[in-house]
């Protein structure tokens, strides 16, 4: 099946490396994807505070886009555009008059909007589409022993939960136990990262990203696993920031049970997009999967737990 | 000692306010609020809040229009919706946020160079104008308005972006603009709220328009 | 004067009622009467201030006489309201009392309108229908069926077992049904109650035992109701009774087999104690089980295999029941049909599936606990003989006790369960008294309207409980500062001092709602009774007829009508039992005429009236392959007299003529 494909803003920036990772991916798989033709941000949450309806008939003219490009599903693997594509949808279908408006829009642009797209996320299609079995097929360098805290950031699953549990989301542990890691209980799997605060009101929002941070340092991980741009980015690029504030702070030593040590040296854990670690088992380098965009790249032996399991 | 005197009177309300942020799509439910304090229990941000989530909607429902418009708790909301998802009265309490700010920044009511407002606001403009964001743009000039010495103390994670190619240094467009412009123009002629009958506009009516 | 029903003349007599100003003011009352008094066949045209009052109704007594009257129409409130008086008043002048018809100007008119003229034009209209509607009135005749005097109670929680007792006691015979091996329900495994904190088991004990013992009582637990039919007075229902593979009457509840089984330990999971403790194979579910007969478990007896018969044991237990020879692993079901007049039905509730909420943590944090756990954690005879040893081997030193899981809550269930806030209190002092820990109450609101209750809540308040007002937004292991570390950590909103809160606990303890059982709808259909839209059992009048159902001689008692107290449940199931007594002492019910009848000549057996029926009271006559309508089963609604094809089915008080003569009445212009 081919899809209609949104990469949104992120996906052209910050967060290159989650497009460089999830197109090989796909490809490997068989997935087929084209680029949604001359397509715009999708009204994302700053938007959505100044002004919803004009976020949703920019967030409308992407899905009518789709609509005319004929494929039956649009893959948004951000999870904001996500989000504000199914919200819209969601709008649409309840408010009549914001329809209304949105469809006099399209005009415009000769563009009509008939809610008949479904948005789909990467994890979603992987899942539930590609399916494990198949993806299993494909893993030539099991990542075996690679311990992983699944973080899947709050707004793929609140609040439309279509494709996985709200509280206990588990489509990424799936797709990462398929290729041989191990995931650690990580009870902050759809907590807030922060969003666009980190940049806006540091104090607050690097404390959500450092928290999710800290945890899953606690709780044994070696690698954290994102499904979204900006959980990536607020917990992969400010470390600097939150070593300075908080990396004095101590937690029980991972090697010894009655010692605490500082955290600050152990925030330096690697954060990547689960498509990287996907890609890194089908065999993919891991500068096509731009691996080396990371802050704290993946450590020594992690990769080297790899070869060896490779080997 | 400074005493401050904390009551409220009747005319501090701006009656009408929490009925008319009711009668918005999404914020109907509002109405069934029990001040439960599930909201603010699960918001991660409640901690930095002024009011926290709870006392917004008490705060909305009754009429505390500057109260509610002049809080911290609106810009802090992350609109992670982990609130919402809780909330046993299902009231969209994420969505209610989003009316407050839409209304806060209308009506000018936030504190000069506060970097939030600021930053949806020129979000607005570029995506707006340029159909995408290119995010290290925005937020250079997000931190120019508001911050200069924050945006000097930034400089660090530019460079490391910039090595790592994540930097871009091109700022990102459409290619039919206009036809973006054109979709925007109408929702600018129409009004919602005239179209919309049982919605009072009341100080809304500059909805129409980017701030300022 | 008009000859209709072809043997007498029709005098009509007519009265409408000022009900003091509540029709008065609005309509003209005289205007009406003065109306009527010209309509054809009516000899007497009356207002007057109250018509139900004594002299109102010898009004129309001594017009029968004075003029011979032999029909009577009473412009008035709803018949809803005065039907019965009104007919009464004219069968004790002398006629039969279906010579009535009534005229509903109150509800229908004057309470409705704002046009005075209007409003007496509407009157008139109304007036004149039910004049022309009573001429084509027939004599009927209030049938009068027997009440058997049996009663059936399901259910053997406290609302079962007192409603059962009473009844017995007054001399009648029940059969009391429970689905589980004992009686006793949910308070048997309570330790103490509230706002009292008397012991459960001491209250509930000697009722149990009574009625085990009672003549008067037929006990079949460990059974279902599987088929009901007939109808009030008349009930035929079938019990089926599973195998325990213990003969009642021949166990003596020694319990030699229980210490004689090849387990040596209690192994499985034990149901009475929300799974805390373990039992063996053959067991009993408590030491007061009411009847004290013990029960073999087909399911982990090492004598069956997935239920099925294998002889693969030595059966120790066989041997040390010896002469009593009271184990027989052959035994099968049995179905048991019996009669019975009336039932009450008291199937109580089950408690809210807290894994509807994962939020909480329960069954992923092991320190989590239901209610209903901690009832048999605290309890002198429960798994740890009351020492509150939690899952994780430690003693607890901080508790939170979240009120409201699955209650107030639109993502689960709406409603308050009405005793999670008093229960949450008990096991609070409970709590406390065990283990001295702090205790943390969260609450939305404090509902404490009983008797007694307030003061409860003030007592604890006392012991230096917290209460803080707030939902709890979620229950989590991790930890944000280090005396975080280990703990469960409840995060909240201190909605009254307005701050947000962190507090690390060891226990968690989920006040879980009251919410009907899942098999509710069946129980419902069997029993031809409905249900709320939240699934409890529907009462006849939220008021007025609170233990009745809409089914005649079916009452409800306790938790299956609606969440409620021990003392609510007691009073309810009393109520229950006084109804039931009314009819079986009654001896018969008299039945409303307004049934419908077959006129078989007519009728093509074509059966499209059967399934329609909401009563089940259409059946097909076997032999003749005509339709047949039980009259007492007949509710009079309606449904097969439009439905039926051939226009065969008649229904009395609303046959085509009277229906249409009504009409034709209402459509004329009125004149003036
Ligand atoms: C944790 C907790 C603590 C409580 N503490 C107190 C307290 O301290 N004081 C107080 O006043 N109230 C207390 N209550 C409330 C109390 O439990 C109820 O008021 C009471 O149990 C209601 O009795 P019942 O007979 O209606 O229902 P139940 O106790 O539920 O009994 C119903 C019986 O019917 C049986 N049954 C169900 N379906 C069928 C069927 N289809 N056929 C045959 N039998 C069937 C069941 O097996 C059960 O034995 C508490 C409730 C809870 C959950
Ligand atoms: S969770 Fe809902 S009901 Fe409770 S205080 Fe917040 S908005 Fe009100
Ligand atoms: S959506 Fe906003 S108010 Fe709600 S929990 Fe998230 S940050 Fe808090």
Not at chain 3, 259 to 271: G, L, Q
Not at chain 3, 324 to 353: C, H, M, N, S, Y
Not at chain 3, 387 to 416: A, E, F, M, Q
Request: proline share 5%; glycine share 8%.
């Amino acid at each position: 099946m081919k899809y209609s494909y949104f990469p949104g803003c992120s996906l052209k920036g910050t967060g290159r490396a989650y497009e460089e990772s999830l197109l090989p991916v796909l490809k490997v798989l068989g997935v087929e994807l084209e680029e949604l033709d001359d397509w715009n941000c999708c009204g994302a949450t700053a938007y959505m505070a100044v002004d919803e309806v004009k976020a949703c008939v920019m967030a409308s003219r992407n899905l009518a886009i789709a609509e005319k490009a004929g494929h039956k599903e649009l893959l948004a693997p951000c999870s904001a555009c996500y989000l504000v594509l199914n919200k819209t949808k969601h709008y649409l279908h309840e408010s009549p008059v914001v329809e209304a408006v949105v469809q006099k829009a399209l005009r415009q642009a000769n563009l009509t909007y008939s809610g008949n797209t479904p948005v789909r996320h990467p994890l979603d299609l992987l899942v539930n589409n590609v399916g494990i079995e198949e993806i299993k097929k494909h893993v030539k360098h099991p990542l075996k022993g690679l311990k992983i805290a699944p973080y899947y950031g709050c707004q793929i699953v609140r609040p439309y939960a279509t494709f996985d549990d709200q509280y206990n989301p588990t489509t990424m542990d799936r797709l990462l136990e398929a290729i041989g890691c191990t995931m650690v209980t990580y009870p902050l799997k759809t907590r807030c990262c922060g969003g666009s605060l980190t940049g806006t009101l540091p104090e607050p929002g690097l404390l959500c990203s450092y928290i999710l941070l800290k945890e899953a340092i606690t709780r044994g991980a070696d690698v954290i696993a994102t499904v979204c741009p900006l959980c990536q980015f607020n917990l992969d690029c400010y470390r600097d920031k939150m070593k300075g504030k908080w990396g004095h702070e101590t937690i029980p030593d991972p090697r010894n049970k009655d010692a605490r040590v500082p955290v600050g040296p152990h925030l330096d854990i690697p954060v990547v997009f689960f498509t990287q670690l996907i890609g890194l088992a089908f065999g993919l380098s891991e500068k096509e999967l731009g691996l080396q965009r990371g802050f704290a790249p993946m450590r020594k032996p992690a990769c080297a737990q790899r070869q060896s399991a490779a080997a | 000692m400074e005493l401050k005197r904390t009551i409220k009177y009747e005319s501090d309300r701006v009656k009408g306010f929490g009925r008319e942020v009711m009668s918005v799509p999404g914020c109907e439910q509002l109405e069934h609020c029990i001040q439960c304090g599930t909201c603010s229990g699960l918001c991660p941000l409640s901690i930095f809040m002024d009011y926290t989530p709870r006392q917004v909607m008490e705060l909305t429902r009754s009429d505390f229009k500057t109260e509610v418009l002049r809080s911290t708790t609106i810009w802090l909301c992350a609109s992670c919706y982990a609130c919402t998802v809780e909330c046993p009265k299902q009231i969209r309490i994420t969505d209610i946020m989003y009316e407050l700010k839409q209304r806060a920044i209308h009506e000018g009511f936030y504190p000069k160079r506060f970097p939030i407002p600021v930053l949806a606001q020129e979000f607005y403009k570029m995506s707006h104008k340029r159909g995408r964001v290119t995010e290290n743009f925005l937020a250079t000039i997000m931190f120019l308005k508001t911050d200069i010495l924050a945006a000097l103390g930034m400089w660090r994670l530019g460079l490391n972006l910039l090595r790592r190619g994540r930097f871009p240094l091109k700022l990102e467009g459409i290619k039919r603009k206009s036809e973006l412009e054109r979709m925007m123009a109408v929702v600018d002629k129409l009004s919602i709220d005239a179209l919309n009958n049982g919605h009072q506009t009341g100080g809304n009516g500059g909805r129409q328009h980017g701030a300022h | 004067m008009d000859k209709v029903n072809g043997n007498h003349d029709v005098r009509i007599g007519f009265y409408v009622c000022n009900c003091g100003t509540n029709i008065a003011a609005m309509v003209d009352v005289q205007a009406v009467a003065k109306y009527v008094a010209a309509l054809p066949n009516v000899v007497v045209s009356r207002d007057y201030k109250y018509m139900c009052s004594d002299p109102g109704q010898e009004l129309i007594q001594k017009d029968i006489k004075e003029f011979g009257l032999n029909r009577i129409v009473v412009a008035a409130c709803s018949p809803l309201l005065h039907e019965h008086t009104f007919r009464s008043a004219v069968e004790a002048g002398g006629l039969n009392p279906f010579f009535f018809h009534m005229v509903n100007i109150r509800e229908h008119d004057s309470w409705v309108h704002t046009d005075r003229d209007e409003a007496t034009a509407k009157a008139k209209a109304l007036a004149r229908a039910g004049i022309r509607r009573v001429a084509r009135h027939r004599a009927l005749e209030v049938k009068k069926v027997p009440v058997h005097p049996d009663v059936l109670v399901v259910g053997g929680g406290i609302a079962g077992i007192h409603a059962a007792l009473t009844l017995a006691k007054s001399g009648k015979k029940v059969y009391l049904v429970e689905r589980e091996p004992s009686i006793g329900g949910h308070m048997a495994k309570f330790d103490k109650t509230f706002p009292t904190l008397d012991c459960a088991a001491c209250i509930l004990t000697p009722k149990m035992s009574e009625v085990g013992a009672h003549e008067n009582i037929t006990l079949w637990s460990y059974s279902e109701v599987v088929k009901m039919d007939g109808y009030v007075g008349n009930f035929k229902v079938t019990v089926r009774r599973k195998p325990r593979y213990v003969l009642e009457d021949l166990c003596t509840g020694c319990q030699e087999c229980i210490s004689h089984c090849v387990y040596k330990e209690p192994k499985f999971p034990d149901a009475f104690n929300e799974h805390l403790g373990k039992r063996k194979p053959v067991y009993i579910p408590f030491p007061q089980a009411t009847p004290q007969v013990v029960l073999i478990d087909p399911e982990v007896c090492l004598n069956f295999r997935r239920g099925v018969l294998t002889d693969k044991c030595k059966k120790p237990c066989v041997e040390a029941c010896g002469d009593r020879k009271a184990i027989d692993f052959k035994q099968k079901e049995e179905l048991k049909e019996i009669k019975v007049g009336t039932i009450i039905v008291a199937t109580g509730f089950k408690t809210f599936d807290v894994g509807r909420m994962p939020q909480y943590g329960y069954g992923r944090y092991p320190n989590v606990y239901t209610a209903l756990e901690v009832e048999r954690l605290v309890n002198a005879s429960g798994p740890t003989a009351g020492d509150v040893l939690l899952r994780d081997g430690h003693h607890p030193k901080s508790i939170g006790i979240i009120h409201c899981v699955g209650s107030r809550d639109k993502n689960t269930n709406r409603w308050c369960s009405r005793v999670c806030c008093m229960y949450s209190m008990k096991l609070a002092h409970l709590l406390k008294e065990h283990t001295e820990a702090e205790i943390y109450n969260f609450y939305i609101d404090i509902r404490a309207p009983g008797k007694g209750y307030e003061e409860f809540y003030d007592k604890l308040l006392e012991e230096g409980v917290h209460f803080i007002r707030g939902r709890v937004g979620e229950v989590t292991d991790w930890a944000f500062i280090p005396e975080e570390e280990g703990k469960l950590v409840i995060r909240v909103e201190d909605t009254l001092a307005g701050v947000v809160r962190r507090i690390p606990v060891d226990m968690v303890v989920l006040a879980t709602g009251l919410e009907p059982h899942a098999d509710a709808q069946n129980v419902r259909r069997l029993f031809n009774m409905s249900c709320g839209t939240e699934g409890f059992f529907l009462e006849r009048h939220p008021k007025l007829a609170p233990v009745n159902t809409f089914t005649d001689g079916i009452f409800l008692a306790g938790c299956c009508q609606s969440p409620k107290d021990i003392p609510d449940s007691v009073a309810q199931a009393g109520a229950a039992a006084a109804e039931a007594l009314v009819l079986i002492d009654t001896g018969h019910i008299e039945q409303e005429p307004n049934t419908a009848y077959v006129v078989e000549a007519e009728c093509s057996g074509c059966k499209s009236c059967i399934p329609l029926c909401p009563y089940t009271a259409i059946s097909l006559l076997p032999d003749k392959k005509k339709a047949y309508i039980n009259e007492a089963l007949c509710k009079g609604c309606g449904t097969c007299v439009a439905a039926c094809p051939s226009g065969s089915i008649v229904q009395n008080l609303f046959e085509d003529a009277e229906i249409f003569s009504e009409i034709d009445g209402l459509l004329e212009p009125t004149s003036v």
